[in-house]
């Protein structure tokens, strides 16, 4: 919203991640307006889009956790597949409506995830947009689905669809699911600091505010009809994130005796666990001038900052919801 003076409808089924605290910041902006609602809900978006008459869909509706999709894959089908289905079925619809220069004018912009692609070994290069789709995980097939879907709606029907798949985002607001915040919420806490099998997998980290920034370069400027890889030029094992994340706690908030990095357990590695991600960002760079502005180093420091800074954010977001998780996910695992 601090970019542009359009209105924005935000969309959001307030699940166990979602939370409307992290908007308090828009709550006196007039030009943003919040509707709780499900994108398997046809009609709801058929009548917000004859309302609202958007220029613009931009779709990050998904669960998106791969534990939790392990545990309970019908959820990531139901949103990430029906769901997207619904969403544009109800946007071809409404775009049918449109004149021609606002049918041209028209974008779907499709928010996915490189673990699409599947997984690579150590020497592989890293994923462009024309690797082949070898999803592991229930959630990463049921992104490929959407993936899919969308690409079909270009190709059948000419609607204008974008589609991105970006590695893996970090920074502030980020569910305490995820490796990161986990990590910097149980170090804080005192509690273990899981590390999956041996803690060699790689990832491509992506500052959250720059992901944002890729986002709004395609909106404004991609090919329609084409997919963009967003990663952060960032690879990481994981080990050497949680040790990076220990390393900035015991600078910012030293413990009196010792160092988070005391705190670290081995435990069981994830099922069909994906070795490495790696995404090359080249034709977002070339074409659309986007590059990452954070290092891996400013923006750790940032997000380690941010987590020490809103103790109130972290105690709201751990509710009742989020322990039933820890203990169905943590407890009784064995040490690795
Ligand atoms: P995650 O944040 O779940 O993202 P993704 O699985 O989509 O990449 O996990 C990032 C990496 O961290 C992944 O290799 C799994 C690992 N991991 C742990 O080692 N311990 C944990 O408690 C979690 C949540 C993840």
Redesign the pocket.
């Known amino acids: 919203m601090a970019q542009s003076d359009e209105s924005v409808l935000n969309y959001d089924k307030l699940t166990y991640a979602g939370n409307l605290n992290n908007l308090t910041s828009l709550r006196n902006d007039e030009r943003h307006l919040f509707v709780q609602g499900d994108i398997c809900d046809g009609e709801k978006l058929a009548a917000l889009f004859a309302e609202h008459q958007p220029r613009a869909i931009l779709h990050f509706a998904a669960e998106s956790?791969?534990?939790r999709s392990i545990h309970g894959p019908a959820a990531f089908v139901t949103t990430n597949v029906n769901g997207t289905f619904t969403l544009l079925e109800a946007a071809r619809a409404y775009w049918n409506t449109l004149d021609a220069d606002k049918k041209a004018a028209f974008r779907f912009l499709h928010v996915s995830t490189d673990?699409v692609y599947g997984t690579l070994s150590a020497e592989d290069p890293p994923f462009t947009e024309t690797t082949a789709y070898a999803p592991n995980s229930p959630y990463s097939a049921s992104k490929a689905a959407s993936d899919h879907l969308v690409r079909a709606y270009h190709h059948t029907y000419g609607m204008p669809v974008l589609t991105t798949n970006c590695s893996?985002n970090y920074g502030a607001y980020h569910f305490p699911?995820?490796?990161i915040p986990?990590i910097i919420t149980n170090a804080r806490a005192g509690k273990d600091l899981?590390?999956?099998g041996d803690?060699q997998?790689v990832?491509d980290w992506l500052y959250v505010t720059d992901h944002c920034a890729a986002i709004r370069r395609v909106l404004e400027s991609g090919r329609v009809g084409e997919t963009y890889n967003v990663g952060g030029w960032n690879e990481q094992t994981?080990l050497s994130v949680v040790h990076t994340i220990c390393d900035l706690l015991d600078e910012l908030q030293a413990k009196p005796t010792g160092s988070y990095r005391d705190q670290i357990k081995h435990i069981t590695d994830?099922p069909g666990?994906d070795r490495r991600y790696a995404i090359d960002a080249r034709k977002i760079e070339r074409e659309l001038g986007w590059k990452p502005a954070e290092t891996f180093e400013t923006g750790l420091r940032k997000t380690v900052e941010w987590y020490l800074a809103n103790d109130a954010w972290v105690a709201q977001v751990q509710s009742g919801d989020y322990m039933k998780w820890v203990d169905l996910q943590y407890s009784n695992k064995e040490q690795a």
């Open positions: 956790h791969v534990d673990e893996n699911e995820k490796l986990l899981p590390v999956y803690g997998q990832r994981n994830r666990h």
